[in-house]
């Protein structure tokens, strides 16, 4: 009983955790008008967030506040933000289910 105990505690603290999903950032507001809260478009040419690679909303996301990106209104949403900010955006909106059928 001993050596099963021991076993069942060993594999508890070697199984990989499951990490809580990210906390909704506090600038999620302005981005969910058209992206959505949990990143499905809300409006006719938004894109889907939902699911994508948290390095490419990143880089993206510091493209449009940088002004490589040139799309107004996302400069404008985003040219405030830190790179904090951006990070946290970017790994909330990944870390969300797509819809199926969502491209």
Known sequence: MRLLTTAALA?????PA?????AKPARLGLCAACHGETGQ????????????????????????RDGRRDIPVMR??????????????????????PSKGAQ
Not at 11 to 15: G, H, I, K, Q
Not at 42 to 64: C, V
Not at 84 to 92: F, G, I, K, P, S
């Open 11 to 15: 594999l508890a603290f070697t199984a």
């Open 18 to 22: 499951i990490a809580a999903p990210p």
């Open 41 to 64: 478009a809300r409006i006719p040419g938004a894109p889907n967030l939902a699911g994508q690679k948290p390095d490419y909303l990143r880089e993206a996301l510091r493209q449009y």
């Open 76 to 97: 404008a949403a985003v040219g405030p933000l830190s790179d904090a900010e951006l990070d946290q955006l970017a790994e909330y909106f990944s870390a969300q289910t």
